[in-house]
């Protein structure tokens, strides 16, 4: 089993990845919580090896990632997996929450009189 490389908190994002794994099969995960050393991504189908090579793919702002993993665990509620190489920009990106909010559409300014 691989040596556990997580030196910070898991966060949780809203993310979904396309797990590859065995030369063409894939699978669609919804990411439960992210760290910059691997992911824990919520598992509805059946179990992989512990140990397998895993290339998951994310896309986000029309910026596609394509990162390598190992499995570290596995079972038929969760995989989680640990990055090739840490991925401090990636983890970055995706828990950052948005700069720019735009501007407030449909709001309308009220004003409230108390009658006596």
């Excluded at 691989?2 to 990845?17: I, W």
């Excluded at 919580?33 to 059946?46: C, R, V, Y």
């Excluded at 793919?57 to 990055?83: E, K, L, Y």
Aim: aromatic share 6%; charged share 20%.
């Amino acid at each position: 089993m691989p040596h556990e490389r997580r030196s910070g908190l898991r966060h949780a994002v809203l993310l979904s990845v396309e797990l590859r794994h065995a030369g063409n099969e894939s699978r669609v995960c919804r990411v439960h919580n992210i760290a910059p050393e691997g992911m824990l991504l919520e598992n509805n189908t059946k179990p992989l090896n512990i140990g397998s090579e895993v290339e998951l793919q994310i896309t986000r702002n029309d910026v596609v990632w394509n990162i390598p993993a190992v499995v570290t665990h596995c079972n038929s509620n969760c995989i989680g997996v640990m990055f090739s190489q840490r991925q401090s920009e990636f983890y970055r990106t995706v828990t950052q929450p948005p700069t720019n909010f735009g501007s407030a559409i449909g709001v309308r300014n009220f004003l409230v009189s108390k009658s006596y």
